[in-house]
T-cell receptor, first 109, second 115 residues
Framework: EDQVTQSPEALRLQEGESSSLNCSYT??????LFWYRQDPGKGPEFLFT???AGEEKEKERLKATLTKKESFLHITAPKPEDSATYLCAVQGSGYKLSFGAGTTVTVRA | NAGVTQTPKFQVLKTGQSMTLQCAQDMNHNSMYWYRQDPGMGLRLIYY???????DKGEVPNGYNVSRLNKREFSLRLESAAPSQTSVYFC??????????????FGPGTRLTVL
């Protein structure tokens, strides 16, 4: 069974203080690893898809990387508007996405 | 282009009551999904529809039924609500390309409380 573990559960940062979120996974036949952002009271918003080890994608202050066992979401010089819960999900050989519980990031001004 | 819409946004039910959650997407996607989100547990798939006319059980289907009404609409029904079904429900849709299921786009959610 596909499994996704995200750490830490919560992360408090000062504005400008860069950090990384971890997503560890076990899956048979990875077809894709997805990162989402979720704001309180809203649905998840798609950020990135990574397909193979070594792949990297960037969007503004966010950069996602992928290895064979984990993915990192790096937040560079975060701003208060980057505060959100970040979700990681993997798609294996079937249709199903398996989600982690998420990392809640709070950025203080 | 509204994306994925869900109704209602909030609902309170008494144990044993029934209700239907509605979902519609205007992105012409073939695949649609229903998830529930509970604190500390992540999103869990309830039911899935690969294409119009097909539905499949996900990880936690007990107590739910679904209908893929047409390509745009996918509804979730609770026949006899239980307190364990108190949760936030999300509908999502995605396109399928050569056997791969691309990124899913989510609606705003329905917050359901069962007393």
């Amino acid at each position: 069974e596909d499994q996704v573990t995200q750490s830490p559960e919560a992360l408090r940062l000062q504005e400008g203080e860069s950090s990384s979120l971890n997503c560890s996974y076990t899956v048979s036949g990875l077809r894709g690893l997805f990162w989402y952002r979720q704001d309180p009271g809203k649905g998840p918003e798609f950020l990135f898809t990574l397909y193979s080890a070594g792949e990297e994608k960037e969007k503004e202050r966010l950069k996602a990387t992928l290895t064979k066992k984990e993915s990192f979401l790096h937040i560079t010089a975060p701003k208060p508007e980057d505060s959100a819960t970040y979700l990681c999900a993997v798609q294996g050989s079937g249709y199903k996405l398996s989600f982690g519980a998420g990392t809640t990031v709070t950025v203080r001004a | 282009n509204a994306g994925v819409t869900q109704t209602p946004k909030f609902q309170v039910l008494k144990t044993g009551q029934s209700m239907t959650l509605q979902c519609a997407q205007d992105m012409n996607h073939n695949s649609m999904y229903w998830y529930r989100q509970d604190p500390g547990m992540g999103l869990r798939l309830i039911y899935y529809s690969a294409s119009e006319g097909t539905t499949d059980k996900g990880e936690v289907p007990n107590g739910y039924n679904v209908s893929r009404l047409n390509k745009r609409e996918f509804s979730l029904r609770l026949e006899s609500a239980a307190p364990s079904q108190t949760s936030v429900y999300f509908c999502a849709s995605s396109e399928r390309t050569s056997g791969f299921y691309n990124e899913q786009f989510f609606g705003p959610g329905t917050r359901l409380t069962v007393l």
